[in-house]
């Protein structure tokens, strides 16, 4: 009979062989994607990114919810510190000059300080201390120098100085006066 080939060096080829081919399609250059292999890649990128918006949508829900219940909390524990209704007179009075603050914080400086130096001296104080200091340099600029100085001086805590008469011309001497 024909004397066999062993089995083993036969293996040890064939190994060889695969180790080389694995080298040579290691190196050699991709095969070009195909255009389901493309499309394949592009649906799944599409899920992530929709899955990665619906995570980031669901996390600005549960901010929102959090924060919505903070200011609910907070809002809870105002109520239950605040005084009871007609507990304090000052809160009911103070409603009107801070309505008047913001009116006049939105006029046109010039148009608001005709207004404000017909307001009584009492009044002008109570609503400029409401105002944002930008918006009372705006108006005191725009005000008769005289109001604005009394004005400045009441916020101050000091009493007005009462406005200089204007001085009265002496009349020139007549004939009659020359004569005595």
């Known amino acids: 009979m ?3 080939l062993p ?23 991709a095969a070009p994607e195909t255009r389901m ?10 899920r992530d990114r929709a899955a990665a918006e619906r995570n980031r949508a669901l996390d600005l829900r549960e901010q929102a919810a959090r924060a919505a219940e903070e200011r609910l909390k907070a809002d809870m524990q105002a109520r239950q ?8 007179k000052e809160a009911d009075e103070d409603g009107p000059y801070d309505s ?29 201390k409401r105002m944002r200091d930008r918006a009372t340099a705006s108006i005191l600029g725009a005000m ?9 001086m009441a916020m101050a805590g000091k009493s007005p100085r009462p406005s200089r008469p204007a001085a009265k011309p002496t009349p020139p001497p007549t004939a009659t006066a020359a004569r005595k």
């Open 2 to 4: 024909g004397r066999r």
């Open 7 to 29: 089995l083993l060096p036969m293996l040890a080829g064939v190994a060889g062989i695969a180790v080389v081919a694995n080298g040579v399609a290691v190196s050699a250059p």
């Open 37 to 46: 292999g493309v499309s394949i890649k592009e649906s799944v990128k599409d």
């Open 81 to 88: 510190a605040a005084p009871k209704p007609g507990a304090s």
């Open 100 to 128: 008047l603050a913001r009116i006049y914080q939105t006029m046109k400086p010039a148009k608001a300080a005709r207004v404000f130096e017909q307001l009584e001296l009492d009044v002008q104080v109570q609503v400029a």
């Open 144 to 152: 008769n120098p005289d109001a604005a100085a009394r004005l400045s």
